[in-house]
């Protein structure tokens, strides 16, 4: 008798016809039976000028030229698309943060197969909440994300706040040479630690980019890091910046933007109130590190609009059920570096090294047959993740799927935030609740990619 491996599995499903938009999906998750008209996202190697040297070669994106398009949904509304992969190597696209159904979900082996060169994917699903959210590969990510395969998607509610100006920041860094091309993206030594930064630091593909925005008006400033390593510490200078929302999700009471930290995965929506004098100039920095950096700038345009941020109303909670804390079950979650360093086989973009795990697991790659789940979850159960980092370095762990809210830290003040990725800290400890409503495999990993490539990964089995 054949061994049924997911592999097995997944083929048996392609060939009865199954899979894909036809297969049907039992739960809330399920996408919408009117279908919409599927938005073609081709992937593309391209040249694109991303520093000073001249155009990089080798870069990769959807579509036809520059960066991958802001990907626009709405609330409720059918979306549709489908993946036409133009590239040498296989792809997916994860859509980070959107709680669709489980074989919409991108991931290579876990819920779906390979899209090789040449072949297509038909994603369809139904966003159920409004918000700032992104879009990437799941297969040999450090490499196709390194090289530009990260998008943004913006998911309306036509209930929003009516804001005077939008403005989307993406961003990212690359790892170019002084010659303006790729170098190696990553340094063992480094996946070991917090991660191989890139050298050149961009914001919608650019260095510094300026937008004009009304003098005195209120700008919804979202900003999603798509990047593959680096954890920024937002502050804005020149201008009352008020945080509305975090990953997607308004937070439960707004708050002045000091400095706030956050990491690979996660966005941050500010609502930027614009100085009167026309011609002022508001900047986003990164003031992490030793070398504040200016991410993006908004100049002030026009007569003021003398709009006032208390006018501004709340932005509507996402149907995000709220997990029964007396009956929820507690996982616990350690993450932790592993004593040895050994490669290891895997087909879909493994760097070849195990440098940390998931309750000393470390996960063994993108392979056909993963790793037992961390946990087998009771579909509509609430379920409590005790998490526990005790490494050196800060993890934006990121569960796909279904979003948790943030009960408590061992280490700082939290409101009760709604979230799909939590950056957790060295030594701190953390409580995430959330209802396991979506059945399906979900994947629960680090966001810095070579932390995720390297063993921090791991998934829950909702059923
Ligand atoms: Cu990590």
């Known amino acids: 008798m054949p061994?049924?491996?997911r592999r097995n599995l997944?083929?048996?499903?392609?060939?009865?016809?199954?899979?894909?938009?036809g297969l049907s999906i039992a739960g809330k998750f399920a996408g919408s039976a009117a279908a919409a008209e599927p938005r073609v996202m081709k992937t593309a190697k391209i040249e694109a000028n991303l520093a000073d040297g001249g155009a990089t070669r080798d870069v990769l994106t959807y579509g036809e030229a520059g960066m991958p398009p802001v990907v626009r949904m709405k609330k409720g509304e059918a979306f549709a698309a489908r993946l036409i992969n133009g590239i040498d190597d296989p792809t997916t696209i994860h859509w980070h943060g959107i709680r669709l159904p489980n074989n919409m979900d991108?991931?290579?082996f876990l819920t779906q197969p390979y899209v090789y060169t040449g072949d297509h994917f038909d994603y369809a699903f139904t966003p159920p909440d409004a918000g700032t959210f992104w879009y990437h590969p799941h297969c040999n990510t450090l490499e196709q994300m390194g090289h530009g395969m990260t998008g943004v998607i913006v998911v309306e509610d036509p209930k929003d706040p009516v804001f005077d100006s939008e403005v989307v920041l993406n961003l990212r860094d690359w790892r170019l040479g002084n010659d303006g091309q790729f170098i190696a993206q990553f340094r063992p030594r480094d996946a070991a630690?917090?991660?191989?930064?890139?050298?050149?630091?961009?914001a919608n593909w650019q260095q510094q980019p300026q937008y004009d925005a009304p003098s005195g008006g209120l700008v919804r400033l979202r900003v999603a890091i798509t990047d593959v390593t680096r954890i920024f510490s937002f502050r804005v200078d020149g201008a009352e910046a008020t945080v509305i929302a975090i990953d997607g999700n308004p937070v439960p009471q707004r708050f002045p933007l000091d400095v706030l930290q956050l990491g690979p995965g996660?966005?941050?929506?500010?609502?930027?109130?614009?100085?009167?004098?026309?011609?002022?100039?508001?900047?986003?920095e990164d003031i992490k590190g030793t070398n504040p950096k200016v991410l993006a700038t908004l100049r002030a345009v026009g007569a003021t609009l003398k709009r006032d941020v208390r006018d501004l109303a709340s932005l509507e909670a996402n149907p995000v059920q709220k997990a029964d804390l007396g009956s929820a079950t507690h996982i616990p979650l350690i993450l932790s570096a592993t004593a040895e360093n050994t490669a290891v086989n895997s087909i879909c973009g493994s760097l070849g090294y195990s440098f940390w795990a998931i309750n000393k697991v470390p996960w063994p790659g993108d392979t056909p047959d993963p790793t037992a789940p961390l946990a087998e979850l009771k579909l509509g159960k609430s379920y409590v993740i005790d998490m526990e980092n005790v490494t050196p370095h800060s993890h934006p762990i990121h569960l796909h799927g279904m979003s948790f809210t943030v009960l408590s830290s061992s280490t700082r003040e939290v409101q009760p935030f709604v979230s799909d990725t939590y950056l957790i800290q060295p030594d701190e400890k953390v409580q995430l609740a959330f209802v396991a409503d979506n059945p399906g495999d979900w994947l629960l990993h680090c966001h810095i990619i070579e932390h995720q490539k390297t063993g921090m990964t791991s998934y829950v089995r909702v059923a």
Not at 193 to 202: E, L
């Open 106 to 108: 991108g991931v290579p």
């Open 193 to 202: 630690k917090s991660g191989t930064y890139g050298t050149i630091r961009t």
């Open 10 to 21: 997944l083929k048996a499903s392609a060939v009865a016809g199954a899979y894909g938009v």
């Open 266 to 284: 996660q966005r941050l929506e500010l609502a930027v109130r614009m100085p009167d004098a026309e011609g002022a100039v508001v900047k986003l």
């Open 3 to 5: 061994i049924l491996t």
